[in-house]
């Protein structure tokens, strides 16, 4: 019975990790060279590519293209067709699109990182285009990205899956007294 729980508790932990692999959070931050800014949760499968994103372009403002400034800000809400967009050797890419759908926006931002050493991703194209294309990481085509940082945030659900398995590791290890 006891060895039975631990194997439970074990493959619990370890289909957390599993389920983080597939997809996880990314947080990120970019500036660009008009002053605007992007904060926010990118969601990236491994395979797939981008897939939900939640985030505040300041700078912009939904119904007006292009830099606005001072406090102008655009919920930044889907991606456009969500998954990979485009694709060259280790880099992915989509676009990170203001509101509702294709056929009602004003902004975008494109998003292109190189996969290569995930779940740890890079940017590509900082400050320039790469292999001649202008649509590396930029705000509607135009306002490239001058600095950024993406990193993998922690699902909590994971956590709290790995927390039980280890507790209960503990749990069951312990012996009772005569």
Same mark, same amino acid.
């Given at each position: 019975?006891?060895?039975?729980?631990?194997?439970?508790?074990?493959?619990?932990?370890?289909?957390?990790?599993?389920?983080?692999?597939?997809?996880? #959070?990314?947080?990120?931050?970019?500036?660009?060279?008009?002053?605007?800014?992007?904060? $926010?949760?990118?969601?990236?499968?491994?395979?797939?590519?981008?897939?939900?994103?939640?985030? =505040?372009?300041? $700078?912009?403002?939904?119904?007006?293209?292009?830099?606005?400034?001072?406090?102008?800000?655009?919920?930044?809400?889907?991606?456009?067709?969500?998954?990979? #967009?485009?694709?060259?050797?280790?880099?992915?890419?989509?676009?990170?699109?203001?509101?509702?759908?294709?056929?009602?926006?004003?902004?975008?931002?494109?998003?292109?990182?190189?996969? =290569?050493?995930?779940?740890?991703?890079?940017?590509?194209?900082?400050?320039?285009?790469?292999?001649? #294309?202008?649509?590396?990481?930029?705000?509607?085509?135009?306002?490239?990205?001058?600095?950024?940082?993406?990193?993998?945030?922690?699902?909590?659900?994971?956590?709290?899956?790995? $927390?039980?398995?280890?507790?209960?590791?503990?749990?069951?290890?312990?012996?009772?007294?005569?």
């Amino acid at each position: 019975m006891k060895k039975t729980l631990v194997h439970l508790f074990l493959a619990l932990g370890f289909a957390a990790g599993s389920a983080q692999a597939a997809s996880m #959070n990314y947080s990120v931050n970019q500036t660009f060279q008009s002053g605007a800014t992007f904060q $926010g949760t990118v969601t990236i499968d491994n395979v797939k590519g981008p897939t939900a994103v939640t985030g =505040t372009l300041y $700078g912009y403002q939904f119904g007006t293209y292009g830099y606005v400034g001072g406090t102008a800000s655009d919920a930044i809400s889907w991606v456009w067709f969500v998954g990979q #967009n485009y694709a060259t050797a280790s880099y992915f890419g989509n676009f990170l699109m203001d509101g509702t759908d294709s056929h009602n926006y004003s902004n975008w931002i494109t998003f292109t990182y190189d996969y =290569t050493n995930a779940p740890l991703l890079a940017f590509v194209g900082i400050g320039t285009a790469y292999s001649g #294309n202008p649509d590396s990481n930029n705000v509607i085509s135009t306002d490239l990205m001058t600095s950024g940082s993406i990193s993998q945030t922690p699902l909590p659900a994971a956590f709290w899956m790995v $927390g039980s398995a280890l507790a209960g590791l503990i749990g069951f290890g312990r012996r009772k007294g005569p």
